[in-house]
């Protein structure tokens, strides 16, 4: 399943699996900057376009204030890029287009929750052919736990891990990179 069918799935589990999203009139705020398009208008934006070059950066502010204003969360997209995320708001608006993005934000948040980093964690560089990747120590972790669950031994070094990615990349018809890319995390951890 290439990537943007994978999201589709995962933008469509979005939409279902969360409330319908208004803006809480107990305290009321207003929306800055990208965060007030029309999901209808924003829907129709090409993925390559300004429109959603400007969501991804203020998605990338929102996502930061919820970081530094959740407690017991250090980040609360661990490891996914922008164009992943603002690829989920683009579903969530195409579904719907009454409402605006900072109401899909919302409920990208209440998603990411379960899989957020809880404490500070360190980075780490995955490298295979000259390419490279970089992420959380914990989702490393995880990605080895997901490969091993399914028959995959990811075992403890970083050689063992790429054999492991490599193997699962060419099982589900992936780009085999040999690396925990963002269409191999998108199957693997979802």
Known sequence: MALNARLTAV?????????????????????????RTNCAAFAKQPPQSDAHRLMAAWMAGYLTAHNRLTPQVFDFSAW?????????????????PDRIAENGAQDLIA???EDAIRDPAEVAMLENDGSAVLLYVPVIARVRAALSEIGYQGGSTDFELV???????????????????QATLARLLR
Request: proline share 8%; net charge negative.
């Open 163 to 181: 054999a492991a990615l490599k193997a699962y990349q060419q099982d589900q018809a992936l780009d085999v990179t040999g690396l925990p890319d």
């Open 11 to 35: 933008g469509f589990a979005l939409c279902a699996a969360t409330p319908a999203a208004a803006q809480d009139t107990s305290n009321p705020y207003v929306v800055e900057g990208p965060g």
């Open 111 to 113: 998603y990411l929750a």
């Open 80 to 96: 996914q890029s922008p164009g992943v995320l603002v690829g989920l708001l683009a579903q969530y608006c195409a579904a719907h």
